[in-house]
């Protein structure tokens, strides 16, 4: 068995050519190019999908082999995973090659053997150059083009991987960091594999809500910050990665996981390692407040989508239209919020992450005084107590304009269930956190309205003036109820820590 140890980017495919611009600077030991034709297999029923298995075989000069890649761990761009290879003489897989104990136990290889189908192929010229790094390691650095096919539909491939082969993985960062000055690239949180199923199931990925960190008791703090801040990352890469696909929609998911991120620095700053300074802090700051136009984005997204059936009782009012459209123009566009995330600083930046929480899990372990449990319900029940003596909790009745004052404390005290609530009872947690989350998707609504109420400011015309406000104290009115009866409710509720 290997353990594969790789860090990957996408890139553009001027990348090919500016590479080994790139590598000048170290010793290039060996360069080679190969064409590379891969098979994936598995069963109808994606028997080894569904075990996180992924079957390949690859065929290059005269020569075929095939591989068993396993689950393994994904942060950032920086992928381990086991591996095992075989040789075989044909191009159709022969499970019986790999040793036994390989598999998940209950798995039937015989008839898994009988029933493999090819579920698709990926086909690419692989450029590599082996890189000797300041004499204390190897890395093979690859650039693959071709394309992914399946049943007549295609994704291309341009990609650069980094494979670590002697040393540590510090050098494998070391290298990463010219990387990111390539053109588009950034990195990479998902396989070959995994968009190859993906194609093949025809079906666009959905978007994920923001899931409870998965804690045990037997964590201690930094083990709970690693888990916590790579299932931030995670969510953060995986709506990126749809958002370029084009689900523009995805982007306040992507938001979600940067801000969940950023609150898990706040809730453990008292136990991050001195010796492990976050050199990163000021670029995720940027980050975000080049995110900060995404609630405006989504409000005037909602209002002007589908012919503006949103506001189809307001039709007649030709200028409200023309405005939320100039709007809406005047905002960071696809293209825009692209070179963003193609970016030699964004890109350095989900480095600099993943190579600081690396970092963080060769730490020892155990070596906080508090145990995890104790620390949990102290952030939780201080993050309570700060929201329990704020209008949300004390006051009667609330507008539009305090619920939407209100919407970061309630955030970030979700969030701060979201990081620790996971050691807790999970219908008790549900229960407590449901109308919270209601109130604050409600005050996502409240804010859709907030354009219309900026173009009053503008309209003249005091009939028109008066038929918008109508219609927006109706749209508000209707919110407003819904919110405070999930706010009764909540109020109900007993704390679950």
Request: glycine residues 6%; proline residues 4%.
């Amino acid at each position: 068995m290997d353990t594969e140890v790789e860090i990957k980017f996408f890139v553009s495919k001027k990348a090919g050519e500016k590479l080994p611009e790139l590598l000048a600077k170290w010793q290039v030991c060996a360069q080679n190019q190969h064409n590379l034709q891969n098979v994936y297999f598995d069963t109808r029923e994606r028997t080894l999908k569904n075990q996180g298995i992924g079957l390949r075989v690859r065929s290059h000069d005269g020569k075929n082999e095939q591989t068993i890649k396993l689950n393994g761990s994904v942060v950032g761009g920086l992928h381990q995973r086991p591996e095992y290879n075989e040789p075989i003489e044909g191009i159709q897989p022969e499970l019986a090659r790999f040793k036994a104990d390989i598999w998940p136990s209950g798995l039937d290889i015989a008839s898994i053997q009988q029933d493999l189908v090819p579920i698709f192929s990926n086909d690419f010229t692989r450029q590599t150059w082996l890189v000797d790094i300041n004499d204390e390691g190897l890395v093979e650095v690859a650039f693959d083009y071709g394309k992914l096919s399946c049943k007549g539909q295609e994704e291309s491939i341009c990609e650069v991987e980094l494979e670590l082969l002697k040393g540590h993985q510090g050098l494998l960062f070391e290298l990463a960091h010219d990387m990111a000055a390539l053109p588009g690239a950034r990195l990479v949180n998902i396989s070959k594999a995994q968009r190859g199923y993906l194609l093949s199931s025809q079906t666009l990925p959905e978007l994920r809500a923001l899931d409870i960190v998965p804690l045990s008791a037997t964590h201690d703090i930094t083990e709970a910050l690693v888990q916590t801040l790579s299932q931030a990352l995670q969510h953060w890469q995986y709506h990126e990665h749809l958002y370029l696909q084009h689900r523009l929609d995805a982007l306040a998911n992507m938001r979600d996981g940067v801000n969940l991120l950023h609150q898990t620095l706040l809730i453990y700053s008292r136990y991050l390692p001195n010796h492990l300074p976050i050199t990163w802090l000021a670029d995720l700051n940027w980050l975000t407040s080049k995110l900060k136009c995404i609630d405006r984005y989504q409000a005037l997204t909602g209002l002007t989508q589908d012919q503006g059936r949103y506001i189809k009782k307001l039709d007649k009012v030709k200028p409200l239209k023309q405005f939320l459209k100039q709007e809406l123009k005047s905002l960071p566009q696809y293209k825009q919020m692209k070179r963003l995330f193609t970016s030699e600083r964004y890109c350095t930046l989900i480095l600099a992450i993943s190579q600081w929480l690396m970092a963080l899990t060769k730490l020892p372990k155990g070596q906080q005084e508090v145990p995890l449990s104790d620390f949990a319900h102290q952030a939780i029940a201080q993050s309570w107590q700060e929201l329990s003596q704020s209008a949300l909790v004390l006051s009667d009745e609330l507008s539009r304009s305090q619920y939407i004052a209100l919407e970061g404390l309630l955030n970030r005290n979700l969030l701060v269930g979201a990081c620790l609530s996971g050691l807790f009872p999970g219908q008790l947690r549900d229960e407590f956190r449901l109308p919270w989350n209601d109130i604050l998707h409600g005050i996502e609504e409240l804010k859709v309205l907030t354009p219309i109420y900026d173009y009053l400011e503008i309209e003249q015309d005091t009939a028109t003036q008066e038929k918008i406000l109508k219609w927006l104290k109706r749209k508000e009115s209707s919110l407003l109820l819904a919110m405070e009866q999930s706010r009764l409710q909540a109020k109900t509720l007993s704390p679950y820590w």
